[in-house]
């Protein structure tokens, strides 16, 4: 049982572009969450998924970011017109029900240059 | 407002000592703890977890320690070992449906041979 795979392990992009971070949680698992790690940050609660649905967004930058859970294939968390400061570590996380402990992907780390 | 709070960014250790981080919460709304822990470029890996109605819960070298009345939790390392260095983060599960894992700051333990 593969464990939760996020692609790519490391993004960059100019400012202005897009990035598209993908994440297949566990067999199993239809929870995914998104968390956020800036430099000498902890993880940093962003949207909170079941397929199909969000569940909680309240992480997440009202603009430019968004995300989804589709019936079919991966969650895909979308940043659009990336800036520096969305230079990070995104880091996503599964689990196969509410109220259990999660279990995380290596991350995606995403440069802005 | 930060709903878990891990004090100390930082823990020296000598290897074969204990180790003590400790992590608190500011309200009930928790069912249960966890703790994580994360090496480098890595993704967090679930380390141990506690019940709320528990006031310990022990895995080896690793024992973690629940005082609700203080809201104050600790996770216990003995022996300590060099591969133990990380950073550890402590994260609450909330007893409300459809809450993600909120986690805190992290504490990066050191543990010298």
């Known amino acids: 049982n593969a464990g939760v795979m996020q692609n790519p392990r490391h993004l960059v992009r100019r400012r202005g572009q897009e990035a598209r971070l993908r994440c297949s949680p566990m067999k199993g698992h239809s929870h995914v969450y998104w968390y956020r790690q800036l430099p000498e940050e902890g993880l940093k609660f962003m949207v909170y998924?079941?397929?199909?649905?969000?569940?909680?967004e309240s992480g997440m930058p009202k603009e430019r970011f968004s995300a989804e859970f589709p019936k079919e294939g991966p969650s895909i968390l979308r940043i659009q017109q990336v800036v520096r400061g969305d230079s990070a570590a995104y880091f996503c996380?599964?689990?196969?029900?509410?109220?259990?402990?999660?279990?995380f992907g290596q991350g995606t780390r995403l440069t802005v240059v | 407002d930060q709903q878990v709070k891990q004090n100390s960014p930082s823990l020296s250790v000598q290897e074969g000592r204990i180790s003590i981080l400790n992590c608190d919460y500011t309200n009930s709304m928790f069912d249960y703890f966890l703790w994580y822990k994360k090496y480098p470029a890595e993704g967090p890996t679930f380390l141990i977890s506690i019940s709320s109605i528990k006031d310990k819960n022990e895995d080896g070298r690793f024992t973690v320690f629940l005082n609700k009345s203080a809201k104050h939790l600790s996770l216990h390392i003995v022996p300590s070992q060099p591969g133990d260095s990380a950073v550890y983060f402590c994260a609450g599960v909330p007893n409300q449906a459809g809450t993600a894992l909120i986690f805190g700051k992290g504490t990066t333990l050191s543990v010298s041979s």
């Open positions: 996380a599964s689990s196969p029900g509410f109220h259990t402990e999660a279990f």
């Open positions: 998924l079941q397929k199909e649905n969000i569940i909680d």
